[in-house]
């Protein structure tokens, strides 16, 4: 062609050469401008803009189709599979590995409780056997000064003894219990009378019986007052364990004596305490120490015609008799 919208004359070829395909031999198109019946075979219908399509092979992974190849993706995951492997097993080493240590220090822990134990054991027995051989190490003027605040004289209108503070400390304003020998208050409380009064260091103070029990010759006596209470001892002395006594005989509040624990009897059925620590009339009622200064007994009696032949209470028996300590 040689302008847009007509051909070059007929018999003439594009290049000038000659006709690949002439036209009908009238030479011209029908007066109505359109094209003839039949096409020429010297054009083709249409023209690609570009030239002709190739088939690309296939895609590196792909089949031809275009669906993805799994041969890749199956070796990552088989590799993924490996490592997640590798890593709990990493992990489970390192779990058994911890156990066992931990199980390791759980033991040597337990031993060296057993050790401490032990050597805390051996240490108590060393020093039960050094206390024993020293017979308690009683320091008299150490337990004279810690308990003679808690020991009073009690008198009444008929007869004076000892009296002391024991038990467990009570509410505030709840006074203080004490302890003494029935026959102290016998006669007063025999007349119906409650009333006494405890005394030390020049002072006086009221008290009264709230229990009376003859068949252990055991009183207790209660004051509004506070005074510091004295300790029970847990345990039996030993015969030959050195004790000290504090009380009022003849009336001399604070009169303090020493000695040792001689033996146990039983008189009239009733288990006593015997020791060589000096006492006299007056001093019924009073405490009997051990060098941890807590109250083994209650003088109660002494031998007539006989000195260093004294007799307690055991403390246990106290306790038993008495709900105080």
């Known amino acids: 062609m040689t302008s847009t919208g007509s051909f070059p004359a007929a018999g003439v070829s594009p290049a000038g050469g000659p006709a690949t395909g002439a036209f009908p031999a009238t030479g011209s198109f029908p007066a109505t401008g359109s094209l003839p019946a039949q096409p020429t075979s010297a054009w083709p219908v ?31 995951a088989l590799v993924l599979v490996l490592i997640l492997l590798v890593v709990v097993g990493v992990q489970a080493a390192f779990i058994v590995r911890l156990e066992s240590r931990l199980d390791r220090a759980d033991k040597a822990a337990s031993a060296a409780k057993q050790t401490d134990e032990t050597r805390l054991k051996a240490l108590e027995d060393r020093a039960d056997k050094l206390e024993a051989k020293t017979g308690g190490n009683l320091d008299a003027a150490e337990v004279a000064a810690s308990v003679r605040p808690s020991v009073f004289r009690v008198s009444t209108k008929y007869a004076t003894g000892t009296s002391f503070a024991l ?38 103070f009221p008290a009264k019986i709230i229990e009376a029990h003859p068949d252990k010759d055991l009183a207790l006596l209660h004051t509004d007052e506070e005074f510091t209470r004295l300790v029970a001892a847990p345990q039996v002395p030993k015969v030959g364990e050195p004790v000290l006594v504090v009380g009022a005989p003849l009336g001399l509040e604070d009169t303090v004596t020493t000695g040792v624990v001689s033996a146990f009897r039983s008189l009239s059925g009733e288990d006593l305490m015997q020791f060589d620590a000096a006492i006299n009339p007056g001093n019924s009622g009073g405490p009997v120490f051990n060098a941890k200064k807590e109250v083994v007994g209650v003088a109660t009696l002494k031998a007539r015609e006989a000195e260093g032949i004294g007799l307690a209470i055991p403390i246990s028996v106290v306790c038993q008799t008495i709900s105080i300590c």
């Open 167 to 204: 038990g467990k400390a009570a509410p505030a304003g709840g006074g203080t219990n004490l302890i003494t020998n029935y026959h102290v208050v016998q006669e007063a409380y025999e007349k119906g009378e409650r009333d006494v009064s405890i005394e030390r260091t020049g002072q006086r």
């Open 46 to 76: 249409s023209v690609p803009a570009g030239p002709p399509p190739h088939s690309a092979p296939p895609h590196l992974g792909q089949h031809p189709g275009g669906a993805v190849r799994s041969g890749r993706g199956g070796r990552i």
